[in-house]
């Protein structure tokens, strides 16, 4: 019998077990990507299981715990049902800029009902000409009687067609004038003006990413989040902590992988013997072992860095890289030693694959995570 190194252990993990048998999240998952579409039922399920929003503080209503518990949390929703059940547990993580900046009324009415699964709030960066760079936003809001007029086009979005209301990025405009530095709004996406399209993904299907237009779209000032100008200040401590528990989430679904392959090629003989008596086999499977706990454990240290304040952002973007490439090559190797299976939709690894691809480009690129790292190490490189 297999001596499996140890999950990591803590008082949340019979809940999250709980939770993924009784909303079969391994199942819907699978599904989810032959049938695109936002997991309503399973979201709403998560949130009355109190599992949506494991940091956020118990007076928006999520649980409040410390960030390498919330870590650990995210790792078994990920081992258990993939990237999807795990990112929607992050949700509300995504959107602390409207939770700590918005006026109490948008909190009460987009916030809290996110953490109960009611509601989805999508974040609108990325643009045709903005990405990586965001030097070249080009959205403005323009100042209006009692508020802003907003025009701009917004890609790469997640949940383009399914979100109910968006965290959007303009500069604010007067006149002639345009602002260097960013505001952010919230903006609900019934509001006239508004046209949305999803374009066909590699993975992380179910998020319908998208293009949304503002053509044209009042926002009356009390949807701006916090002071103008002020937006990409907000964003920093967000950013930091989603790197480094995204990298919990892909070295979740990693080791689930992982421990069905180490399981395939300890059964499957070939040439007389089993797969796993083949060094060529067993050595990658072993180094995978050894990349992912380390990776884990870096995570780990940075998240209980940034939960005693102190602010590591290298290690926050070197946890995402670090951990996305561990698991990117762990769900390469499961998908190689099944074989054939393992290249077919019969089997899970193909999906676990593509939709953990997506980390090496959303939330910052891996390459962006490096240029974070080196102007720590550089700070006058830094433009
Ligand atoms: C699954 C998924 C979900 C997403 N969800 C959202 C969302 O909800 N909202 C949103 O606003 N955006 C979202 N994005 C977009 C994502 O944030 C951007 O795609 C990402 O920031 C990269 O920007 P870009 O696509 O413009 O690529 P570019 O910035 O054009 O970069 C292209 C390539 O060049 C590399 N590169 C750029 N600059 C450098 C440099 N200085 N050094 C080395 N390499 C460099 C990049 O790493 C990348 O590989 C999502 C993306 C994905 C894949």
Request: overall charge neutral.
């Amino acid at each position: 019998m297999t001596a499996w190194p140890p999950l990591p252990q803590d008082s949340l993990v019979p809940e999250i077990e709980d939770a993924a048998r009784q909303l079969r999240l391994a199942a819907r998952y699978r599904a989810l990507d032959l049938e695109p579409a936002f997991p309503w039922e399973e979201f709403r399920g998560l949130g009355k299981a109190r599992l949506l929003g494991l940091r956020t503080p118990r007076k928006l209503g999520g649980r409040g715990l410390p960030l390498p518990r919330v870590g650990i949390g995210l790792f078994h929703l990920g081992y258990l049902g993939g990237t999807t059940f795990a990112k929607l547990s992050l949700q509300p993580e995504f959107s602390s800029v409207l939770a700590d900046h918005g006026s109490e009324e948008l909190v009460d009415r987009y916030f809290r009902k996110m953490v109960r699964g009611e509601s989805l709030v999508g974040n609108h960066v990325t643009e045709p000409g903005a990405g990586s760079d965001l030097s070249g936003l080009a959205t403005v809001a323009e100042r209006s009687r009692g508020g802003y007029v907003l025009t701009g086009t917004k890609t790469e979005a997640a949940f383009a067609e399914d979100a109910e209301a968006a965290i959007v990025y303009a500069r604010v405009k007067e006149g002639s004038r345009v602002q260097e530095a960013v505001t952010g709004f919230l903006v609900p996406l019934d509001a006239p003006g508004i046209s949305r399209s999803v374009i066909p993904d590699l993975g992380e299907r179910w998020m319908r990413r998208g293009t949304v237009r503002y053509d044209h779209v009042t926002i009356p000032r009390g949807f701006r989040l916090g002071e103008e100008g002020e937006a990409f200040r907000y964003l920093v401590p967000e950013l930091l902590r989603e790197r480094a528990l995204l990298a919990c989430i892909y070295l979740g679904v990693a080791r689930k992988s992982w421990e069905e392959t180490v399981e395939h090629t300890g059964g499957r003989s070939a040439f007389g013997r089993p797969l796993s008596a083949q060094e060529a086999v067993a050595f990658p499977l072993v180094e995978d072992w050894a990349r992912c706990d380390a990776a884990w454990l870096y995570a780990q240290q940075a998240l209980a860095d940034m939960g005693s304040g102190r602010p590591v952002p290298a290690q926050a973007a070197l946890a995402k890289w670090m951990a996305t490439d561990a698991a990117l090559t762990t769900l390469d190797h499961a998908i190689q030693f099944h074989g054939g299976r393992g290249y077919s939709g019969d089997l899970p690894h193909e999906q676990r694959w593509r939709d953990v691809r997506s980390g090496a480009i959303a939330h910052g690129s891996s390459e962006i995570m490096h240029v974070v790292a080196a102007h720590t190490l550089w700070p006058r490189a830094r433009k």
